[in-house]
């Protein structure tokens, strides 16, 4: 009888020191062990952005609306198959690339650049069609008035569709396109132009293509002559334009471009990032 009501005492601790740990780790972390870092879900019915149903939103810790504090902004476009129209539920946003990372909350809460700590508001939009350059302007306007945005460190991903409209929202308007301080484009759906190219050039806009050798959705060649094309504009961008093609066979290339991990002389993609500013 003591041998028993000592293994449920043993067991009762147990539980109650699991039951603590998880605790814990919500109030510290703010999340909770094994299902990621806070992301919101955010419904959208904005009439003059009508392609856009919703998003998702990562706040930095400690983010306190209007107390003056400014903090880089992450726009990241998705893939075509979270499109609304094909029958995706707002949560496929988190399947891939920057909100996969939070998702699995691998993203890193701060990141250290040239001495300096930055923590990053990162919003996913999802479409409902294929989007064009105009839905990454007027959203990039929206968010810049609605959240605490350094207007000096705004960066625009995308992967594949969404790589297209990080190309499209970086060369259709060179004017607006100035706001963006820098961009990391992943095997992204848009065939390159010299003309095109040229404009992304003239802004200095500093730019990291990234693909897998044997893509069978979208070549590699087009990361590899956006590149070539921007680079060999006159006059030449400041900084040059980079590529990193992954010798690697399938579509996926975000997988690895995205991991905090993976660095390239010494940074990250979103450290790569905040070296530029306007």
């Given at each position: 009888?003591?041998?028993?009501?000592?293994?449920?005492?043993?067991?009762?601790?147990?539980?109650?020191?699991?039951?603590?740990?998880?605790?814990?780790?919500?109030?510290f972390?703010?999340?909770?062990?094994?299902?990621?870092?806070?992301?919101?879900?955010?419904?959208?019915?904005?009439p003059?952005?009508?392609n856009?149903?919703?998003?998702?939103?990562?706040?930095?810790?400690?983010?306190?609306?209007?107390?003056?504090?400014?903090y880089p902004?992450?726009?990241?476009?998705?893939?075509?198959g979270?499109?609304?129209?094909?029958?995706?539920?707002?949560?496929?946003?988190?399947?891939?690339?920057?909100?996969?990372?939070?998702?699995?909350?691998?993203?890193?809460?701060?990141?250290?650049?040239?001495?300096?700590?930055?923590?990053?508001?990162?919003?996913?939009?999802?479409?409902?069609?294929?989007?064009?350059?105009?839905?990454?302007?007027?959203?990039?306007?929206?968010?810049?008035?609605?959240?605490?945005?350094?207007?000096?460190?705004?960066?625009?991903?995308?992967l594949?569709?969404?790589?297209?409209?990080?190309?499209?929202?970086?060369?259709?308007?060179?004017?607006?396109?100035k706001?963006?301080?820098?961009?990391?484009?992943?095997?992204?759906?848009?065939?390159?132009?010299?003309?095109?190219?040229?404009?992304?050039?003239?802004?200095?806009?500093?730019?990291?293509?990234?693909?897998?050798?044997?893509?069978?959705?979208?070549?590699?060649?087009?990361?590899?002559?956006?590149?070539?094309?921007?680079?060999?504009?006159?006059?030449?961008?400041?900084?040059?334009?980079?590529?990193?093609?992954?010798?690697?066979?399938?579509?996926?290339?975000?997988?690895?471009?995205?991991?905090?991990?993976?660095?390239?002389?010494?940074?990250?993609?979103?450290?790569?990032?905040?070296?530029?500013?306007k």
């Amino acid at each position: 009888m003591i041998n028993h009501l000592l293994l449920l005492w043993q067991s009762f601790c147990r539980s109650f020191y699991r039951l603590g740990f998880f605790l814990l780790s919500i109030l510290f972390c703010g999340s909770i062990p094994g299902f990621g870092q806070v992301q919101t879900p955010r419904q959208f019915n904005d009439p003059t952005m009508s392609n856009i149903k919703g998003f998702y939103e990562y706040l930095p810790a400690g983010y306190s609306p209007g107390s003056g504090k400014k903090y880089p902004l992450i726009i990241f476009f998705h893939g075509v198959g979270e499109l609304a129209s094909s029958g995706a539920p707002l949560s496929a946003v988190t399947n891939n690339g920057v909100p996969r990372v939070i998702r699995d909350g691998k993203f890193p809460k701060t990141f250290t650049v040239n001495g300096q700590q930055f923590s990053f508001i990162v919003i996913s939009p999802q479409f409902n069609t294929w989007p064009g350059s105009a839905d990454a302007i007027k959203f990039k306007n929206y968010l810049v008035k609605t959240y605490d945005v350094d207007v000096n460190r705004i960066y625009i991903t995308g992967l594949s569709m969404g790589g297209g409209e990080t190309w499209g929202a970086l060369c259709e308007n060179p004017t607006e396109a100035k706001a963006f301080a820098a961009s990391a484009i992943v095997c992204g759906m848009y065939p390159p132009t010299t003309q095109l190219a040229a404009r992304i050039a003239a802004n200095n806009t500093p730019i990291w293509a990234l693909h897998n050798k044997q893509d069978p959705n979208v070549p590699s060649d087009y990361s590899v002559n956006w590149v070539k094309y921007i680079n060999a504009s006159v006059p030449a961008p400041n900084p040059l334009a980079k590529v990193t093609i992954f010798d690697a066979s399938g579509h996926d290339a975000w997988t690895q471009a995205y991991n905090p991990e993976f660095k390239e002389n010494g940074k990250n993609m979103y450290e790569w990032m905040l070296q530029y500013s306007k």
